[in-house]
């Protein structure tokens, strides 16, 4: 050392240290294999081809994450494919960057500032559950946003409505949950809601997901029959965000396995279809009314309606009808002078 006049030497097995933890996840695929970082058969097992994808689908980071490690996680990935090592181009499928959840004060979280919000405190006070879907159900999963101590309440409301709808005051299955096919509406409005929550957890829409499932407990709260069947199906929606009272309510339902391995439900597009269809019956082109329709109705038919309607046949009083303009699934338009 030409300061101290000290012999040394250079450390050059740098390699297990700021490298080392950029390409982590491929020795994963082959961690006790003493030849090489990886068997060329066992990275192809794992990560697929370029043809063919495996390996992460799906990565939720963050903008400091990206900086610090995934920036480099993907240049070492590339080199290496470059080089032949690794049978993909690129890591990771997807990327996705979560926001922060402030305090609610509007600031970032801090110990110095006094705003931390005590995970342990929202689980004792509200349950796990409650925690899990109000994070889910803050805002956008990319969005900042502040934390809200009224807004966990909300939440828990709706939890305890869930409870309600399935159990009767002394905890056993609610009377209202009997063995009988569900009507046209209580289906509907269960596929409405599988679809839904479906493409929202793909799309990490997991707020809309949420507000989706509070539609359906409300709606079928409201009703004094709720068949198994729905009832069923919809503890498995439920199951991803709130797993602890999904497992609590699939014993109660009579099933002595866990629900976590049981396949999330699919909708059927034929249940979705609405029957009946609102449209608005103008006179000389001005709104006058608006009638609830079958969907399949004619132009004739809804001639016929608009007609028969006790509004239209009022404003229609001392008139002369010169045209009737129908448009199915849209409007009536009846010219008068």
Known sequence: ??????????????????????????????????????????????????????????????????????????????????????????????LFHQGLILGEDGRKMSKSLGNVINPDDIVRDYGADALRLFEMFLGPLEATKPWSSKGIEGIKRFLDRVWRMYTNPDGTLSSAIVNIPPTRQQ????????KKVRHDIESLSL?????????????????????????????????????????????????????????????????????????????????RSKLMVPVTASAEELRHHALSSPDIERHLQGKTIKNIIAVPGKLVNILVE
């Open 1 to 94: 050392d030409p300061k101290t006049g000290k012999r040394g030497h250079y450390e050059t097995n740098t390699m297990p240290q700021w490298a080392g933890s950029c390409w982590y996840y491929l020795r994963f695929c082959d961690p006790h294999n003493d030849a090489c970082f990886a068997d060329p058969d066992r990275l192809r097992y794992w990560l697929g081809t370029d043809s063919q994808r495996g390996g992460v689908d799906l990565y939720v980071g963050g903008a400091e994450h990206a900086v610090l490690h995934l920036l480099y996680a993907r240049f070492w990935h590339k080199l290496l494919y470059d080089y032949g090592y690794v049978p993909t181009k690129e890591p990771f499928a997807k």
């Open 187 to 194: 289906a509907r409005l269960l596929h409405q809601t599988i």
């Open 207 to 287: 707020n809309t997901a949420i507000a989706q499932m509070m539609i359906f407990a409300n709606e079928m709260s409201r009703m004094a029959q709720r068949p198994y069947q729905v009832m069923e199906q919809f503890v498995l929606v439920l199951a991803p965000f709130a797993p602890h009272l999904a497992e609590e309510l699939w014993q109660l339902l009579g099933h002595t396995e866990s629900l976590a391995y049981e396949p999330f439900p699919d909708w059927d597009e034929e249940l979705l279809r609405e029957e009946e269809v609102e449209i608005v019956v103008q006179i000389n082109s001005k709104v």
